[in-house]
């Protein structure tokens, strides 16, 4: 079965660090493009890091330079390192496969499609 | 970057279709047939309904269906079901390596 399986969310005090783990199975991270996505309580969801299966990555400008993406192929998990931590970042973190972009026998580097695979989320609470 | 902007709330009764918009810009849903659609369900995580504009993912019920034009895009779903009672958001590509989602609209089923 695929399925993704975050863990790692909890209370921390602002200015603090958290990681953040997404297990998979049923396919490959390595092989995949893998994004996480948040949503603060009661608001709608924003793009928040994608990694690309050769291992580019990237962020949205609201984290950037505060959160880094990275994966363990020998474990076939996602991670997002969450330093500085602020109370904005309050949110459900959801770990996703996005697709990346493919037509006519051409797939396109970095042009991404849709999030086709969700894990169930994993919250994140950032206060004093 | 900016969200793609959606109704806040849209509504309808059982059987009848409604439309939901999503408007972007010409740097994201304009420039690109890369527009998905998600339902999410209290609690629950989303779920792909629509992806490039107008594609189905398997297992989605063909009352749910996308279309674009210039900046807009808009997902129909018609013969509607209590089931269908749900948070709807769009999301478009826009470049760089980026993602916009919609702010989400709320949909009630009378």
């Known amino acids: 079965e695929v399925q993704l399986v975050e863990t790692g969310g909890g209370l921390i005090q602002p200015g603090g660090s958290l990681r953040l783990s997404c297990a998979a199975s049923?396919?490959?991270?390595?092989?995949?493009?893998m994004s996480w996505v948040r949503q603060a309580p009661g608001k709608g969801l924003e793009w928040v890091s994608v990694i690309y299966s050769g291992g580019s990555t990237y962020y949205a400008d609201s984290v950037k330079g505060r959160f880094t993406i990275s994966r363990d192929n020998s474990k076939n998990t996602l991670y997002l390192q969450m330093n500085s931590l602020r109370a904005e970042d309050t949110a459900v973190y959801y770990c996703?496969?996005?697709?990346?972009?493919?037509?006519?026998?051409?797939?396109?580097?970095?042009?991404?499609?849709?999030?086709?695979?969700w894990g169930q989320g994993t919250m994140v609470t950032v206060s004093s | 970057q900016s969200a793609l902007t959606q109704p806040a709330s849209v509504s309808g009764s059982p059987g009848q279709s409604i439309t939901i918009s999503c408007t972007g810009t010409s740097s994201d849903v304009g420039s690109y047939n890369l527009v998905s659609w998600y339902q999410q369900h209290p609690g629950k995580a989303p779920k792909l309904m629509i992806y490039?504009?107008?594609k189905r993912p398997s297992g989605v019920s063909n009352r749910f269906s996308g279309s674009k034009s210039g900046n807009t895009a808009s997902l129909t779903i018609s013969g509607l079901q209590a089931e269908d009672e749900a948070d709807y958001y769009c999301c478009s590509y826009a470049g760089s390596s980026s993602v916009v989602f919609g702010g989400g609209t709320k949909l009630t089923v009378l």
């Open positions: 049923g396919f490959t991270v390595s092989s995949n493009y």
């Open positions: 490039e504009v107008s």
């Open positions: 996703a496969r996005i697709l990346g972009y493919c037509s006519g026998g051409s797939c396109y580097r970095g042009v991404l499609d849709a999030f086709d695979i």
